[in-house]
């Protein structure tokens, strides 16, 4: 059985890393069976046989497969059927857009909930992602999400460019949704189940779309949200 190592919180039915929505909705593209397995921040002893510290791990029938990116090039390898990238050219940009993306709008979201975060998990994984984090950002978890007001204006002019990719087509990627579309709603998942934060304004295009994007997969991503 394929298993994809997800990121939880106390409650493990709750999944929330960005990385891991990612890897799970390029799974559920691909039309492939899964078992989520999840696992806390300091349960390392699970993903040992991937070389991996961070989730998501994929172990399809015994090949591991790290890195969220990773696992959908392996993907796209191994089961060529209902295409992430759609070529060679396709994936050489997707990998420049993933470290965009990462670096404007995951960290760019990231001191908004990082408070939130910690809220959902339990006491040793709690304290080890305060220390970690508050390291990482300079000040307190509330300290960083206190400026949550100020932040959300540039965070979503940032998002100017995702916008203009669909002036004309329903999908980030054309008039089907592909890897852009899951790295994308994945970090929208992220923020959407730990927090309240509304990232979008009421009017922007990216609401149609993200709207869309839950609809996908039998309302896979609303389904999830609601059972939070």
Known sequence: MRQLFELCGEDRDMRFSPYCWRARLALLHKGLEYEGMPIRFLEKQPIESADAKTVPVLNDGGTWVKDSFGIAVYLEETYPDNPLFGGEIAKAQAEVLN??????????????????????????????????????????????????????????????????GLRSTLFLSGEQPAWLDYALMGTFMWANMVSDIEL??????????????????????RSELEAV
């Not at 009017?203 to 039998?218: G, I, K, S, T, V």
Request: with cysteine.
């Open 99 to 164: 470290v965009w993306l990462n670096k404007s709008v995951l960290l760019g979201i990231f001191p908004m909930i990082v408070a939130d975060i910690h809220k959902k998990l339990d006491a040793k994984n709690a304290a080890y992602f305060r220390e970690t984090r508050e390291k990482f950002l300079g000040c307190t978890l509330e300290e960083a999400q206190a400026e949550r007001a100020v932040m959300l204006p540039g965070f979503r002019k940032a998002l100017s460019p995702l916008r203009a």
């Open 200 to 221: 979008l304004e009421a009017d922007d295009d990216l609401n149609a779309w993200q709207e869309r994007m839950l609809d996908l997969f039998d309302g896979h991503c």
